[in-house]
């Protein structure tokens, strides 16, 4: 947490000493999550999730700026299959998440509606979760224990659309893809799983300067 406050300073710094602009504002959205364990006998891991947070900007050039992110997010993966002689059973893992992406924007400068693009790397730390567990009609849940729960580095890279509401107000909806360059499960030791999120929501930001 340190970390991520001192580098808010910094764009806030940033921002006032050599920058064009500085916003501020409030994110709500969700994801699509997937897990390919990388396991021959397993199918993907899918699930939806949700989340939101504070959003921050800093406008260097007319054209380019950079977007901090600090979100809450919940992540799912679902799982459902059988086994011989008991039954079917479904698995789902939930993880709630701090996840923070530091993100190039990349802006085309027209009235109203202002099409972005964006990439960048996203810090993804497990903050707890749980696996929920159902075979033959009873349901079993697990809290994930302290060392289950990892801090992952990932990319991220979409597109979005700044709309003008008024001069200092915006409203921003956009679509990213999110891969996980690190996620390293213990169940699935021996295969090396790849965990990746299509994110979408809504940025609101209040133009400070």
Do not use: H
Not at 36 to 48: A, E, S, V
Not at 84 to 98: E, P, Q
Not at 148 to 177: H, W
Request: proline fraction near 4%.
């Amino acid at each position: 947490m340190k970390g991520i406050l001192t580098v808010t300073v910094l764009l806030l710094f940033c921002s006032l000493a050599f920058g064009q602009g500085f916003s501020v504002g409030a994110n709500l959205g969700g994801s699509y999550n997937s897990m390919n364990p990388d396991d021959p006998t397993m199918d993907n891991l899918t699930g939806l999730g949700f989340g939101g947070g504070l959003v921050f900007e800093v406008d260097f050039l007319p054209m380019l700026g950079v977007e901090l992110d600090i979100l809450y997010s919940q992540y799912k993966y679902s799982y459902s299959g059988e086994l011989m002689l008991i039954g079917d059973y479904d698995i789902t893992m939930t993880y709630n998440n701090l996840v923070v992406p530091i993100l190039l924007k990349y802006k085309f400068a027209m009235p109203t509606i202002s099409p972005y693009f964006v990439a960048g790397p996203s810090i993804i730390k497990n903050l707890s979760g749980e696996t929920e567990i159902t075979l033959m009609d009873t349901t079993v849940t697990a809290d994930f224990e302290d060392d289950e729960l990892e801090l992952d580095f990932g990319i991220q890279f979409g597109a979005g659309a700044n709309i003008g509401v008024t001069p200092a107000i915006n409203i921003s909806p956009y679509v990213r893809f999110q891969y996980n360059l690190t996620g390293d499960l213990d169940w699935t030791d021996g295969f090396k799983e790849s965990m990746y999120d299509i994110l979408f929501g809504i940025n609101f930001t209040y133009k400070i300067r």
